[in-house]
């Protein structure tokens, strides 16, 4: 009786994931790859007045081109997020960010729940006109254009009544229902899709530091090794004037103000100080060059030019070179920050010698 108690609950556990994981698969099977694509390009078109879908809050209402750049083999790609600025219709170019990362990962397979043919009617109904707002992607990694955009174009309408989470879309005469998040973002402000930080990366670290100006060259460099635990303990030395080893608090103190360094304010912030003044902050020679480099090959150069105030605050123009994919457009860090950063490469250049304090035997 006892054993055949036993049979009886493992039974009913055993139907209950039998069931639980038929129901997950059949809900999975409603949805479906529209394709499967290794996009280079991204460009997003504002919807036109005439459209007659969700207008609040209202989409950006300027084109947004987006680019993957992959460099190589266990290397993270990088993104470039570029718009036309209304002042004097300049390419604006930065670095673009998670949100420009997602937009590709989740364009590269389309999932969709229904593709039914279009019709004149349904586009209307569904609000996925030539007036609607859409992407185009492509396999090419083009140059940036806004006026004829090559590659396949998505129109995106109205939600899907059954699932709010979906919207409805047409790629020429298909019918689809991708995930409405796929175009929703382009409601925010274009500076939403722009990485801040002017020295990102995932994975290994850095190996080098380098600043010249202000009346000195500084070099930095880190021979990092992995502990027990699989993570990287940085092992700083400045080659320069003599050959040193820096404490972990000066070595890792210049990295940590390197990586704090970001664009505080842009030439189209809000209340930015415009692309006229940004374009004449950079004219004077830089009063600092930084390069940086990382263990999988990665490179920054990073140009600082002298104080300009703005609205009260002190910044200083930077323009970051991210060759050979593209040189960002100007930015803004603040005096503050930089500072932080200078006084972490005194703290280099005025360094001691370290000893390794002795490891006693436990």
Request: with cysteine.
């Amino acid at each position: 009786m006892k054993n055949r108690l036993i049979y009886v609950i493992v039974s009913f556990i055993v139907l209950f994931f039998l069931f639980f994981f038929l129901e997950e698969k059949s809900e999975n099977i409603t949805e479906t790859n529209f394709w499967k694509e290794n996009w280079k390009s991204v460009v997003y078109f504002p919807p036109k007045e005439t459209w007659c879908g969700e207008k609040e809050p209202a989409f950006g209402k300027d084109p947004i081109f987006f680019r993957i750049f992959e460099r190589g083999w266990k290397k993270s790609p990088l993104f470039s997020v570029s718009y036309v600025h209304p002042e004097d219709k300049s390419i604006l170019t930065y670095e673009g960010n998670f949100n420009v990362k997602n937009s590709f990962s989740d364009l590269s397979v389309l999932k969709t729940k229904f593709i039914e043919p279009s019709s004149e009617e349904i586009q209307k109904s569904h609000c996925i006109g030539e007036d609607a707002p859409r992407l185009v992607v492509n396999d090419d990694l083009s140059e940036i254009q806004f006026d004829n955009p090559q590659g396949k174009t998505l129109y995106f309408g109205k939600k899907i009544e059954s699932d709010s989470s979906r919207v409805a879309a047409r790629e020429k005469d298909q019918v689809i229902s991708p995930y409405s998040y796929l175009i929703e973002k382009f409601r925010n402000n274009t500076l939403s899709f722009r990485e801040r930080q002017f020295i990102t990366y995932h994975g290994g670290y850095l190996t080098s530091i380098e600043f010249i100006g202000q009346g000195q060259r500084i070099l930095a460099e880190n021979n990092a090794k992995k502990n027990q635990y699989d993570t990287y303990i940085n092992h700083w030395n400045r080659p320069t004037q003599e050959r040193i080893v820096l404490a972990p608090e000066i070595g890792n103190g210049l990295e940590n103000q390197t990586k704090s360094l970001r664009a505080d304010l842009y030439p189209d912030d809000e209340n930015g100080p415009g692309l006229s003044f940004a374009k004449d902050s950079v004219k004077p020679e830089p009063e600092g060059n930084l390069t940086v480099k990382h263990s999988l090959g990665y490179k920054w150069k990073i140009r600082f030019y002298p104080t300009v105030q703005w609205k009260d605050q002190n910044y200083r123009p930077v323009v970051r070179d991210l060759a050979p994919y593209f040189e960002e457009s100007p930015s803004f860090v603040k005096e503050e920050t930089f500072q932080n950063f200078i006084q972490a490469v005194t703290n280099v250049k005025n360094a001691s010698r370290w000893e390794r304090p002795n490891q006693k035997i436990q």
